[in-house]
C-alpha cells in the first residue's frame, strides 16, 4: 500500500490508475479505523479496481469544547490495518495540506436545511465543517465512487445533496452499519466509556428496535413514540439529545401518506455521543 501526504502525490497516483482505465473509490476516514471503517474498503472493492483511503481528523466539523484535541490518533495501526485489507493508497494529509490558509478565512461549503436539524441544531456548523471537507477530498482525490457509513445517516445525505447540487462527478454509496454482537453501532469513540456505560450502551439501538416494533404493529402516534423512547433512555442514564422519527427520503416529520421511515437517535452515556438510526419501510 502507498502512502502519501499531499494533495501532488495523491493526484498523481490517481490519475495515473484513471490514465490506465482503472476505477477509483474512495473511503474518507477521521482514523482510529475499526471493522466498520474496514467493511467499507471491502466493499469499495466491489465497485472499482483501486481503493484510496483518507485519514483526516477535521477541526471544521468539530465545536468548541469537542474533543478534537484529544480525539484518538492511531495512524500507525490503521495504515497496518488498511494495508492487511488490501487498499491501494493512504492520503494523510497534515492540517496545513487541507486548509493551507487560515481556518478563519477558509473557503466553505453549506447544504442548507438539513444541515440545521438534529445534529446540526445541537452541533451548530458541523455540517459545513464535513461538506467542506470532503467536498475538497473529493477535488483532491478525484475518485469516481465514495463510500460512507450509513450510522451517520443524516451526513450520508448532506454528502448526497452537495454531491448532487455541486454536479460532482462522483457515485455515492452508502453501506449498512456495522454493529458489535450487541447491536451496539461501531463508533471510533466508543472506547471513551466506562465498562458499565459500555453495558448500557446498546439499549441506544435496543429503542429504536423497539419503536419500529410499535409501527410495524400499527402506532402512529409518533410524538408519543419519541416521548417514550426518550424517557426510558434517560431512565438508564442517557443524556438524550434527539429521539426523532423522520421520512427516509429528506428527514422532515412524517405525515399521513409515509411509508419509508428513519428513526434517529443521538445521546451522550457519560463522556462520548453516540449516534444511531433504523430506516425501515411499512407496506
Given at each position: ?5 499531499t494533495?501532488a502525490?495523491?493526484?498523481?497516483q ?12 474512495f473511503?474518507?476516514?477521521m482514523?482510529n ?8 474498503v ?21 465545536g ?64 459545513v ?25 443524516q451526513?450520508l445525505?448532506?454528502?448526497?445533496l ?36 459500555r ?16 409501527m410495524?404493529?400499527?402506532?402512529r ?12 433512555l ?17 428527514l ?19 463522556t ?6 433504523i430506516?425501515?419501510s411499512l407496506?
Amino acid at each position: 500500500m502507498k502512502r502519501v501526504q499531499t494533495v501532488a502525490g495523491v493526484r498523481e497516483q490517481v490519475a495515473k490508475w484513471h490514465r490506465d482505465g482503472l476505477r477509483v473509490a474512495f473511503v474518507p476516514t477521521m482514523g482510529n479505523l475499526h471493522d466498520g471503517h474496514l467493511a467499507l474498503v471491502d466493499a469499495a472493492f466491489r465497485h472499482a479496481e483501486r481503493v484510496v483511503v483518507s485519514i483526516f481528523v477535521n477541526p471544521l466539523q468539530f465545536g468548541q469544547g469537542e474533543d478534537f484535541d484529544s480525539y484518538p490518533r492511531t495512524l500507525e495501526e490503521d495504515s497496518r490495518a488498511l494495508a492487511a485489507r488490501d487498499a491501494s493508497l493512504l492520503f494523510a494529509p497534515a492540517v496545513e495540506e487541507m486548509y493551507p490558509r487560515p481556518q478563519s478565512l477558509q473557503t466553505r461549503v453549506e447544504v442548507p436545511g438539513i444541515s440545521d436539524i438534529l445534529c446540526g441544531a445541537s452541533r451548530p456548523g458541523h455540517f459545513v465543517g464535513v461538506a467542506t471537507v470532503v467536498c475538497k477530498l473529493f477535488n483532491m482525490v478525484q475518485p469516481d465512487v465514495a463510500l460512507f457509513g450509513e450510522k451517520d445517516y443524516q451526513q450520508l445525505m448532506v454528502i448526497r445533496l452537495m454531491v448532487s447540487d455541486l454536479a460532482l462527478p462522483v457515485e455515492i454509496v452508502g453501506c449498512p452499519t456495522v454493529r458489535e454482537s450487541d447491536g451496539l453501532a461501531m463508533s471510533s469513540r466508543n472506547g471513551y466509556m466506562t465498562a458499565n456505560e459500555r453495558r448500557k450502551a446498546p439499549q441506544l439501538h435496543a429503542m429504536l428496535e423497539e419503536t419500529r416494533t410499535a409501527m410495524q404493529q400499527g402506532e402512529r402516534d409518533y410524538a408519543a413514540l419519541e416521548a417514550r423512547a426518550t424517557g426510558v433512555l434517560a431512565s438508564a442514564g442517557f443524556n438524550v439529545d434527539y429521539f426523532s422519527i423522520r421520512q427516509a427520503r429528506d428527514l422532515s416529520p412524517p405525515d399521513d401518506e409515509t411509508r419509508d421511515f428513519v428513526i434517529l437517535a443521538a445521546a451522550k452515556l457519560g463522556t462520548p455521543r453516540l449516534i444511531d438510526n433504523i430506516a425501515f419501510s411499512l407496506d
